[in-house]
C-alpha cells in the first residue's frame, strides 16, 4: 500500500503564535545555511500493541499496532534530513500479550520483552516511563527494560528523596543529552545536543501502591523540571525536549497534579513537548478554548506540544526550525501534526492508510502466536451472553458477573475475621463502553464457552483485590460520585443528551448488594474528577439494603479493587484509609477462579439500580451499533433506536 501523502505544512513561529512565516512544507524547500530542519516523532501509550490484531475479540484491525505506525516512521525518515524518533511511555502493559508475558511467561534474566524487541524494532531514540510501567511491579519493569536498545529517563520518581529533586536518588536518570549531528540547508553538518527529560503521573503512588510502596517516592512533575531542566541547559543541552507522560489540563499549576503538560509547558528552557496518557490527539478540536493552549497549531505556552493518541493509532510529529548563531541552537519556528494509521468513513468502516513494517511485526511474532493460544483457552461456560453496550444506563451483565467474582472471593477472605458479619457489597464499573474506544470498543461475549480472552475482556486492567469497610453515608456518596456520568435533565424536555463526555466509564461504579435509582432531574454532587460541586444535592434515591433504607450510621465492606481503594477516581470512602483487605490475586485471575469453580455462570443482572421516572421525558444515549441485538434483553427501561449518532456509534432513545 502507497504510503499517504505528506501534506503541506505551513511554519508557525512560536513567539507570535498563528503568525506565518514560511508557506512552504519544511521538508521540501532548503533550510538557509546556518539553519536545520529536525523531525521530533512521538509513539505514546502503545500498551503492547504491535501487531494490527484485537486480541478481546481474536481478529486483526486496521486501528491499533505500532507495526502500522513504523510506516509513517519510515517515509519520514526518507524525506528527512534530521528525525528523532521518541516513546512518551504507558508501553509495557495494557493487552493479553503483556498479561501473557507478566503471569504466563514470566520475565527470566535475560529475556527480552517483545514490546521492548518492538520498540528497538522500530528504532525508539528514547523513552520515558508511563504510569503503566508499574502495574507488574519494579522486579519486572528493570529486567524488561534490560532489553532497551534506548536510555529510559524518569526525572520524578525517586528511590530516596534529597533536599531538593538534583539531590533525590533517582530510579531512572532524570533525563539525557544526546549528541547528535545536523544536516543545514547547505548539507553541512553541524553538532548539536538535545536534551530529554521525563514525566510520570505522581498518582502512581497510589494506582500500584501495593508494588511501590516503600520502594519509591514521587515528586510534583513541574517542580522537578524546575529543578533539572537548568542543570541540562548547564551540562551543554542546546534545545530541550520534554517527555510528559501527562495529559493536557488545567493551566494553573498545583502540586502533584496528574494531567500538568500546561504548566509544565511554562517552565524556561523547554523548547517542545511531547505528552500522553490521556488517550487522545493534540493538536485538536478537543482542547479548543484550555488557557494557554492553541488547538489549532498545537502550541502550549507558544511551544510546540503533540499528543499521538495511543495503541499505535498516530504518529505525533513536531517540525522544528533551528538557527545556529555563534555556535549555539535557537528555535525559530515550528508546526505540529499527528499522523493516523487509519480513517474512519462514514459508513462507519475502516480504512487502512499503512501497510505494517514486517521487521516490526517479525520482532514479536512468536509471542504473538503464544499469547493467541494463551487468551483462546476455555475455562468455562456462560449461559447467558455477556455484553456492556447499555453498562451505563442499566444494569449489566459484564458489570454483574465481575462483581459475583469479587463477593466470591471476599466472602472467603473474610471468614473468621471481625468483619465477617458485616454486609458484604461489591463495586465494578465498566471498562469497554465505547467512548474514546469508538463504537466496537464494547464487550460481547456470546453465551456458551468462555475463555481467557473473554475474561480479559471483561477487566481490561491488572488490578488486585481489596475490600473497604464504609458507612451508609460514605457509601451514598460513592454512588453520587458515580451519578456523575449522567448530565442534569429538566422535567419533561425531549431528548436531552444523557451522558457527560468528561466522564470515564471505568469511574462509574455500580455497587452491588443494595438497590437504589437515581434522580437525573437533581445535579451531580461530584464534577468529574470527584471535586465538590454541589455539596447538598442528592441524586440517590431509596438507597436501601434487604428492603431496608440504608442509614448514615450504617456499616458495610465494598469488594474492590486496588485502584479504587487507594484513591483512584477519587471516590468518597476509597480514599487509602478505609481498606480491610489486600488481596495478592488480580481481579481478573479472580474471574476465571470462579468461572472454573463455578463452571457454568449466570450473569443477568438483576436491576439493582434504575432511573427515577420523570414522566413525559426522554433521553439520548450513544452506543455501539451491535447494541440492538441486545435491546429486548434490557431490564426495567424504556428504551428504542433512534437513529445514528455521531463517529460511528448508534443512537438510542429512554423514555424515563
Request: aromatic share 8%; charged share 20%; proline share 6%.
Amino acid at each position: 500500500m502507497a504510503q499517504p501523502e505528506i501534506s503541506r505544512r505551513t511554519f508557525l513561529t512560536t513567539t507570535g503564535v498563528g503568525a506565518t512565516v514560511i508557506a512552504l512544507h519544511p521538508f521540501s524547500a532548503r533550510a538557509a545555511a546556518n539553519q536545520a530542519h529536525l523531525r521530533i516523532m512521538e509513539t505514546t501509550d502503545i500498551h503492547v500493541h504491535v501487531f494490527p490484531y484485537d486480541y478481546y475479540s481474536d481478529k486483526p484491525v486496521d486501528t491499533v499496532g505500532l507495526a502500522r505506525t513504523a510506516a509513517h516512521v519510515k517515509a519520514i525518515r526518507a524525506e528527512a534530513a534530521n528525525s528523532l524518533l521518541l516513546d512518551n511511555g504507558d508501553f509495557l502493559q495494557g493487552n493479553p500479550m503483556g498479561d501473557y508475558i507478566a503471569y504466563e511467561r514470566g520475565m527470566k534474566e535475560g529475556d527480552m520483552h517483545p514490546v521492548i524487541a518492538a520498540l528497538n524494532a522500530v528504532g525508539i531514540e528514547a523513552s520515558t516511563l508511563g504510569n503503566h510501567e508499574f502495574n507488574y511491579g519494579l522486579d519486572f519493569l528493570m529486567k524488561s527494560l534490560a532489553g532497551a536498545a534506548f536510555p529510559v529517563v524518569s526525572a520524578n520518581v525517586v528511590t530516596e528523596l534529597g533536599g531538593d529533586p538534583t539531590k533525590d536518588t533517582g530510579l531512572f536518570k532524570p533525563y539525557v543529552i544526546l549528541d547528535r549531528m545536523l544536516k543545514d540547508g547547505d548539507g553541512a553538518e553541524h553538532a548539536i545536543r538535545i536534551g530529554l527529560i521525563g514525566f510520570v503521573p505522581p498518582q502512581i503512588l497510589q494506582w500500584d501502591r501495593g508494588h511501590l510502596e516503600g520502594k519509591v517516592q514521587t515528586r510534583d512533575i513541574v517542580q522537578a523540571a524546575r529543578a533539572w531542566v537548568p542543570v541540562m541547559r548547564e551540562e551543554g543541552a542546546d534545545i530541550i525536549i520534554a517527555l510528559s507522560h501527562s495529559g493536557i489540563g488545567s493551566a494553573r499549576h498545583t502540586e502533584g497534579m496528574e494531567n500538568a503538560s500546561v504548566p509544565l509547558a511554562e517552565v524556561d528552557g523547554i523548547d517542545a513537548l511531547l505528552t500522553g496518557h490521556s488517550h487522545l490527539v493534540y493538536p485538536s478540536p478537543t482542547f479548543e478554548g484550555f488557557d494557554m493552549v492553541d488547538a489549532k497549531t498545537g502550541l502550549i505556552h507558544g511551544k510546540p506540544a503533540v499528543m499521538a493518541g495511543f495503541w499505535g493509532d498516530n504518529l505525533g510529529v513536531i517540525d522544528l526550525l533551528l538557527e545556529r548563531d555563534g555556535g549555539e541552537w535557537r528555535v525559530l519556528s515550528s508546526a505540529v501534526e499527528t499522523r493516523p494509521i487509519y480513517k474512519r468513513n462514514e459508513d462507519r468502516s475502516v480504512t487502512a492508510l499503512v501497510e505494517s513494517v514486517a521487521e516490526v511485526e517479525a520482532a514479536v511474532a512468536p509471542e504473538h502466536q503464544e499469547t493467541l493460544a494463551y487468551v483462546r483457552r476455555a475455562v468455562g461456560k456462560t449461559s447467558a451472553p455477556l455484553y456492556s453496550y447499555f453498562a451505563l444506563v442499566a444494569d449489566d451483565p459484564s458489570v454483574q458477573i465481575v462483581s459475583q467474582a469479587q463477593v466470591w472471593y471476599i466472602a472467603q477472605m473474610l471468614k473468621g475475621t471481625e468483619y465477617e458479619a458485616l454486609p458484604l457489597l461489591s463495586a465494578a464499573a465498566p471498562f469497554k463502553a465505547g467512548g474514546r474506544g469508538g463504537p466496537e470498543y464494547y464487550t460481547d461475549v456470546p453465551a456458551g464457552d468462555v475463555a481467557i480472552k473473554n475474561v480479559a475482556d471483561l477487566y481490561l486492567y491488572p488490578n488486585t483485590i481489596r475490600a473497604v469497610k464504609v458507612t451508609g453515608a460514605q457509601l451514598k456518596d460513592w454512588l453520587e460520585r458515580s451519578a456523575g456520568m449522567f448530565n442534569q435533565v429538566t422535567p419533561g424536555g425531549q431528548d436531552q443528551l444523557l451522558l457527560n463526555p468528561d466522564f470515564p466509564s471505568y469511574n462509574f461504579d455500580v455497587i452491588d448488594g443494595v438497590t437504589y435509582g437515581i434522580d437525573l432531574s437533581q445535579p451531580s454532587k461530584y464534577d468529574a474528577k470527584g471535586g465538590d460541586l454541589n455539596p447538598d444535592a442528592s441524586r440517590i434515591v431509596d438507597l436501601a439494603h434487604n428492603g431496608r433504607p440504608v442509614d448514615p450510621a450504617d456499616e458495610f465492606v465494598i469488594a474492590t479493587n486496588n485502584y479504587r481503594a487507594s484513591g483512584g477516581g477519587d471516590f468518597p470512602g476509597a480514599k487509602g484509609d478505609t481498606i480491610i483487605f489486600e488481596g495478592p490475586d488480580t481481579n481478573r485471575d479472580i474471574i476465571v477462579r470462579f468461572i472454573v469453580e463455578q463452571g457454568t455462570i449466570n450473569p443477568t443482572a438483576d436491576a439493582n439500580w434504575h432511573f427515577r421516572a420523570l414522566p413525559g421525558t426522554s433521553v439520548l444515549f450513544d452506543t455501539g451499533p451491535k447494541a440492538v441485538a441486545y435491546l429486548d434483553a434490557v431490564k426495567g427501561l424504556a428504551i428504542e433506536a433512534a437513529g445514528d449518532g455521531p463517529d460511528g456509534f448508534a443512537r438510542f432513545r429512554i423514555r424515563l
